[in-house]
């Protein structure tokens, strides 16, 4: 008999995340059929979109995330004992799977001391911060990027990559000690939003030739404010909303439609896992970048799945440095 342990959504979020909207429960599992797989969790992830996904669930279901996992016992061809595999199986301890959206994976390139970067720089941020700031901010030499939220595991990645494509990049983040680390990434200008002032005059200063492309995790009046400074044929990526997530009663913004329509911007939202099939694009050019030390991440690591919460909670505080995930 194969037990696990798991976190129930017992309430659906109204505004921060709490941890009695968390029961942990343990379950017993079935024995495993032809064609599944049981795995145990080594690493999992907390990611901010995991807070607006909850609330389009159903209370009682085990909280959703990715995870790295070892195979513990197969009666799939495709994944052996022993594999080391990625997959949405959430917050739990032990999964029983088809090996449907599951990733396998190459230990030459995920090495022990590595598995965690399949939740991070080589897995679904690494993917977003590639795919999509090439994909729509297309961007040329010479032009200036702001990222917002750009300590964090994609916006990190995104001002690095902007770096080895010759582009001037401006970062936004939230603390001192961020901005010291986007420094140490290579970007040309970070700023702390939180002791900065004027948005708006600290935009002109920094961007004194405008923006052309605005890669935005954030959302909100960083929003509000770069749109309207934007260049001609400017191209905007939003891949998240973070400031907006908590909020009980939805902010009214800025109307910026005036500013789109009269400089002919580009403003796509891109979801990374509507481009599955060109994941392992991403992260053969990233790996290669990552060995050149063209590319570096840092991970926040929190210790014991009975940290899951603590570690969530801390996205949205501003805890984290690069990726937040739990070791098992």
């Known amino acids: ?6 976190y129930n959504v017992e309430v659906l979020f109204t505004g921060v995340p709490k ?16 064609g599944e797989f049981l795995a145990e969790a080594v690493w999992l992830s907390v990611d901010p979109y995991m807070r607006g996904a909850v609330n389009s669930s159903t209370i009682g279901n085990t909280m959703i995330g990715e995870q790295v996992a070892k195979v513990i016992e197969s009666k799939n061809g495709n994944f052996k004992v022993g594999d080391y595999v990625a997959g949405m199986f959430g917050w739990r301890t032990k999964t029983i799977s088809n090996g449907d959206r599951v990733r396998k994976l190459d230990r030459s390139i995920y090495t022990d001391d590595k598995l965690s970067t399949a939740l991070g720089i080589l897995g679904m941020p690494g993917a977003t911060a590639y795919l999509a700031f090439l994909d729509i901010c297309a961007p040329k030499e010479g032009e200036t990027l702001v990222v917002t939220g750009a300590a964090g595991a994609v916006g990190s990645a995104v001002g690095q990559i902007a770096k080895i494509k010759g582009c001037r990049v401006v970062g936004f983040a939230g603390s001192d000690e961020k901005v010291q680390y986007l420094k140490s990434l290579g970007f040309d200008e970070a700023i702390n939003y939180k002791t900065m002032g004027s948005l708006k005059e600290t935009l002109e200063k920094t961007c004194p ?29 939003i ?11 939805p902010e009214k913004g800025t109307r910026v439609n005036r500013s789109i329509l009269g400089k002919e911007l580009t403003v796509k939202g891109f979801v990374v896992y509507s481009h599955l099939p060109r994941w392992p694009e991403a992260f053969k050019t990233m790996g290669e ?27 949205f505080s501003g805890k984290n440095l690069g990726k937040a995930v739990v070791k098992a």
């Open 1 to 6: 008999m194969t037990t696990a342990r798991k």
């Open 289 to 315: 970048w990552i060995d050149k030390g063209q590319l570096k991440y840092n991970e926040t690591v929190t210790e014991g799945f009975d940290n899951m919460f603590d570690a969530f909670a801390g996205l």
């Open 209 to 237: 030739k405008g923006i052309d492309m605005f890669f935005d995790n954030v959302g909100g009046e960083f929003y509000d404010t770069i749109i309207p400074q934007m260049n001609k044929s400017g191209r905007v990526t």
């Open 19 to 34: 941890k009695s909207d968390f029961k942990i429960v343990e379950e017993t599992l079935r024995a495993i059929k032809d």
């Open 239 to 249: 891949v998240g909303a973070i400031s907006q997530y908590n909020l009980e009663n």
